[in-house]
């Protein structure tokens, strides 16, 4: 259960009613902003903040992986943000314990968020929701409902190339990516966000922040493509 919010409600969904000891689950956070306000994605672009959650997690109990639905580019004259409108969920991957059996364990989560409308305002709830680790697993069947709209996530990392303050992401043989494919960093401040992108050749372009930050050698990145999007690792 969560409490109302001026900007959005949050909630937690569970991928089973049972986790066997040993194995793992997908915890889902659903934000649903309120009427014509949005919140920001794991990179917010021009403006914003990207939704947070700090979990307090019994002893065992591991986050392994994260993973966000595929967000809207929301533009306000020129700046460019990465966020979402309407109802969408992360999802958080955990691991139990092999001698967690049958037992109810609670997980918990300071949800934080900044939405804006013609003014933005912070948010912050603390939801939760107790799981039982069992002998077997049971799938609430309702979640299978929620998990769409997720990139795929390519195993293979792509090659990239910084030159003349340009960043160059050579693309494997089974990504046909259309002129309209555009590249996002899941890291703040690495490409200009409101400059044009483009297929050159076999390699997607797009042009370095004027103040971007130290690029690492190895980041993770979304290629979204009309409707395709892409999980992918880029190493320079």
């Known amino acids: 259960m969560a409490e109302s919010n001026e900007t959005a409600r949050v909630s937690l969904l569970a991928l089973h009613n049972k986790v066997a000891a040993g194995e793992s689950t997908w915890i889902a956070v659903e934000i649903e902003p309120k009427e014509g306000w949005h919140t920001y994605w794991a990179n917010p672009g021009d403006a914003g ?13 591991s986050l392994v992986d994260t993973v966000w639905q595929v967000p809207e580019i929301i533009q306000t ?20 314990p092999d001698n967690l059996e049958n037992q109810i364990f609670e997980i ?27 002998n077997r697993s049971e ?32 693309l494997s043989g089974s990504l046909n990516l259309s002129e309209k494919a555009r590249i996002i960093p899941y890291l703040e401040g690495i490409i200009d966000n409101s400059a044009a992108q483009s297929m050159q050749g076999s390699s997607l372009v797009a042009r370095l922040d004027a103040f971007h930050v130290e690029i690492p050698k ?3 990145a979304l290629i979204v493509d009309n409707e395709k999007a892409y999980d992918v690792v880029i190493f320079l």
């Open 139 to 170: 799938i609430n069947r309702s979640f299978s409902d929620i998990f769409g709209n997720i990139p795929v996530r390519l195993d293979n990392p792509l090659r990239g190339e910084i030159k003349d303050n340009m960043l160059e992401v050579k």
């Open 77 to 96: 004259d020129e700046i460019i943000s990465y966020g979402y409108h309407h109802k969408h969920y992360i999802f958080y991957k955990f691991t139990v």
């Open 108 to 134: 918990t989560g300071v949800v934080k968020w900044l939405a804006c409308k013609e003014k933005c305002l912070p948010g912050k709830d603390t939801v939760k929701i107790q799981l039982i680790s069992s």
């Open 49 to 61: 903040l990207a939704t947070t959650v700090e979990w307090n997690l019994p002893k065992g109990i």
């Open 218 to 220: 190895e980041f993770k």
